[in-house]
């Protein structure tokens, strides 16, 4: 133990927090040390099966071979790079997401977390409307959607159409309005002279695991091209083949073939570690002779980031996506998640109303508790399968996420599905 620990070594964990770190988070009372695969075990030994993933962060569960084999080669050779020089490995994880993920042409900005990657496509669409003004000048506002969620930043937090996040944080950024969910009539009747992009969740994660249909992304990806917007798809909880395809809109049945302008990336991109990204498309940004290609709107100085896409996380990026293909996990999520639905559904229980969701981003939706009453029917499964050695994660107060490893196995899904229902009949 380093000398300057010693003085502290007496403390338990849940004092070292009580006194030293902000209290920003409702936290649940344990400890987690250390992780292997699809489970985790906290400081006193007991094992729990992993269906929360870190909110969707550990696509390969814990500790993966491949995973620590790049970590340990890449930071053996270089750390950081400042992004005012080239690194090979964020170029090829460029080419990858272009590639391989998109497969169409565009540009990538790196970052650190989702809300940077979001916070990247809010400044996209300032410059994009700044370049290419409406009837009374440079355009500013994105529409977004009631329930969504786009980050802790001050832009992000004025994105998100929850008024829980926005509470003692005013005045929030101008610029944005908050629409009906699934609903293309609403879109249409809110475009304004000043409106420059939509911006959502193909598939709501914090606002209880609600898909878009296919028609009403069909439906705005025409009103974009007929209005001169951008199609923005957040896809930091629900991207990197969680639905059962790298773009998670493109398993949203009626959704395969649309292109979005711009589509942000993070959490389980990196595996564990921090990453961020926003795809760029390289379309022009007019029908004019020479026009210049969206990807290039945010020329140098107009956006950056100290550590995105540094080689370390850029080279562990890449590995998690090769890893996932070569795997064969993304139509396996698809699998796997139509096999917990009809399980969970065959139960029949009383506390379930329904289950949502696409591939291995799923929510339980529970019966509601009363107005106000703590603990909310989310949090109390969420104990009761904690109790029982299953994490998982609320969604609002009445749904619970199931956000298992790509590669967990049928014997681990058969477990979490045997803990659950004892936890749900608990209630």
Not at 35 to 64: M, N, Q
Not at 369 to 380: D, L, M, S
């Amino acid at each position: 133990m380093h000398p300057l620990t010693q003085p502290l070594a007496g403390m338990a964990t849940s004092e070292l927090f009580a006194q030293y770190v902000v209290p920003n988070y409702g936290r649940f009372p344990i400890t987690i040390a250390r992780g292997d695969g699809s489970w985790v075990w906290d400081e006193a030994g007991k094992r729990y099966l992993d269906f929360a993933t870190g909110i969707a962060v550990c696509p390969l569960g814990h500790r993966d071979p491949e995973l620590m084999r790049t970590i340990l080669e890449q930071s053996q050779t270089l750390l950081h790079c400042s992004n005012l020089y080239l690194n090979r490995p964020q170029g090829l994880l460029a080419q990858f997401i272009s590639e391989r993920m998109m497969g169409a042409p565009g540009k990538v900005f790196f970052c650190n977390s989702g809300a940077e990657a979001n916070e990247t496509l809010i400044k996209l669409a300032r410059k994009f409307g700044s370049v290419r003004p409406g009837s009374a000048g440079p355009r500013f506002e994105v529409l977004t959607f009631e329930g969504s969620f786009h980050g802790r930043t001050m832009a992000g937090i004025s994105a998100t159409g929850q008024a829980k996040v926005k509470a003692g944080f005013a005045p929030l950024l101008e610029g944005f309005r908050h629409l009906p969910w699934n609903d293309l009539e609403a879109v249409k009747a809110a475009i304004r002279p000043e409106t420059s992009a939509i911006l959502l969740e193909p598939l709501q994660g914090e606002g209880g695991i609600r898909p878009a249909s296919g028609a009403f992304l069909q439906g705005l990806a025409n009103l974009c091209r007929e209005h001169d917007l951008l199609l923005m798809f957040d896809e930091v909880q629900c991207g990197i083949g969680r639905l059962g395809h790298f773009a998670g809109w493109k398993a949203i049945p009626g959704a395969e073939s649309i292109v979005p302008d711009a589509v942000s990336w993070a959490k389980g991109m990196g595996g564990g570690l921090p990453i961020g990204s926003a795809w760029i498309s390289a379309r022009p940004i007019s029908a004019e002779p020479g026009a210049t290609p969206l990807s290039d709107v945010l020329g140098p100085g107009t956006h950056g980031s100290t550590f995105g896409g540094g080689p370390l996380v850029a080279s562990v990026a890449l590995t998690v996506l090769s890893e996932i293909e070569r795997r064969g996990l993304i139509p396996r999520a698809t699998e796997l998640g139509a096999q917990i639905v009809n399980t969970i559904l065959s139960w029949n229980l009383p506390a379930v109303r329904e289950v949502r969701g696409i591939g291995l981003m799923l929510g339980i939706v529970l019966q509601p508790g009363e107005p106000g009453a703590t603990p909310t029917p989310g949090a109390r499964l969420t104990e009761a399968a904690m109790s029982r050695g299953l994490l998982v994660v609320p969604a609002g107060s009445d749904v619970v996420r199931l956000l298992p490893p790509l590669n967990v196995s049928s014997e681990e899904i058969d477990q979490a599905l045997a803990i659950l229902k004892s936890s749900l009949a608990s209630l």
